[in-house]
């Protein structure tokens, strides 16, 4: 884990970058917007909801459902038809809780019903085709590009709100599942931002005034982080934690989760017993089963761990 802050001149590459950002046109999203166009960068924006003025007038806007495949698939047409390439992609778009399980609720014979499933259908489901459609398009970049997603301080907390905290939880899933697909195997880095509270139109006032001044960050500070992992191009598979104005990388260094929870479970890097040295094992078998066509069932099972672990 390693603790830094983010001085405007870390974030001037941007400049001339081409970012498509989903909910642009409220909270995070539109801060993010704002950020990038501060700094020379170029959005195209999407949302249920128009963007507010002056945007409005000034950048490119598509109105998504993220939950329609077709909505992004158009999404990702007009951002290319409008500026020639697509360098960034902020999957961002989210909604509050939906439901917690604990429903008592029935149809008309009495029985219990299934849960509503908007939340996870916004924040997992659409992030997840944004996620494809980036990987589709940004791989054609011969410079490459990178990918953020909207977790959250609900990805690792238990956090009470069981669908926003499970969709999220799963967000953090894809950081780490497509880590080992994309940089450098494809020019593409791919990372997520964990905010802590953050005065935006998902957290109700009452919270906010609950809170106290202080004790949440504006929508900048977190916008700030998304614009950090674009434009520094060292930076893949990273959560950025932000919580009143400060930033931590959650993921690596000796005090990150993947090194603490090695020391946890008392196997040293790459060990037998490790989930690396079995991943490395998996790997190895995947190759070796690509070579001979008998174990070609074998092979389908594991082609997508092949290379994924060297
Ligand atoms: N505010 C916080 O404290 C906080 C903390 C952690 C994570 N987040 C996450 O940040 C992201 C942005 O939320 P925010 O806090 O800026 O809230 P917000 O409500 O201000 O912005 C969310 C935007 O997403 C749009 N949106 C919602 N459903 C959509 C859909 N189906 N298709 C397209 N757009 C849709 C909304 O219209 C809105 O413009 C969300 O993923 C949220 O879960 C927020």
Request: glycine share 10%.
């Amino acid at each position: 884990m390693t603790s830094f802050e983010i001085p405007d001149s870390e974030l001037a590459s941007i400049k001339d970058q081409v970012v498509i950002i989903t909910g642009a046109s409220s909270g995070i999203g539109l801060a993010t917007l704002r950020r990038i166009i501060k700094h020379g960068g170029k959005v195209f924006a999407s949302d249920l909801n128009p963007l507010p003025e002056p945007e409005k007038s000034s950048v490119p806007f598509l109105k998504v459902d993220v939950t329609s495949w077709k909505d992004q698939v158009e999404l990702f047409k007009a951002a290319e038809k409008e500026y020639g390439t697509i360098d960034h992609v902020f999957a961002n778009a989210g909604i509050g809780p939906t439901v917690t399980l604990l429903e008592d609720d029935v149809d008309e014979n009495g029985d219990l019903l299934p849960p509503k499933l908007n939340t996870v259908n916004v924040n997992l489901l659409g992030c997840m085709y944004t996620v494809k459609l980036a990987i589709f398009h940004l791989k054609k970049n011969s410079h490459g590009g990178s990918i953020v997603m909207t977790a959250s301080a609900s990805s690792f907390a238990r956090f009470p709100a069981t669908d926003y905290t499970t969709a999220k939880h799963a967000v953090l899933g894809l950081l780490r599942s497509l880590h080992g697909h994309l940089y450098p195997k494809l020019p593409i880095r791919i990372n997520a931002i964990a905010p802590s509270w953050t005065e935006t139109a998902i957290v109700p006032r009452e919270v906010i005034a609950a809170l106290g001044k202080g004790n949440y960050q504006s929508a900048d500070v977190v916008a700030r982080s998304v614009t950090l992992l674009m434009a520094d191009a060292t930076r893949h598979g990273e959560l950025v934690y932000s919580d009143c104005g400060k930033f931590k990388d959650l993921e690596n260094g000796e005090m990150g989760y993947h090194a603490v929870t090695r020391r946890m479970l008392g196997v040293g890097d790459g060990g037998e017993m490790s989930e690396t040295g079995v991943l490395k094992k998996l790997s190895k078998l995947a190759a070796e089963a690509g070579a001979d066509r008998e174990k070609e069932g074998v092979n389908k099972g594991l082609d997508s761990l092949k290379g994924v672990v060297e």
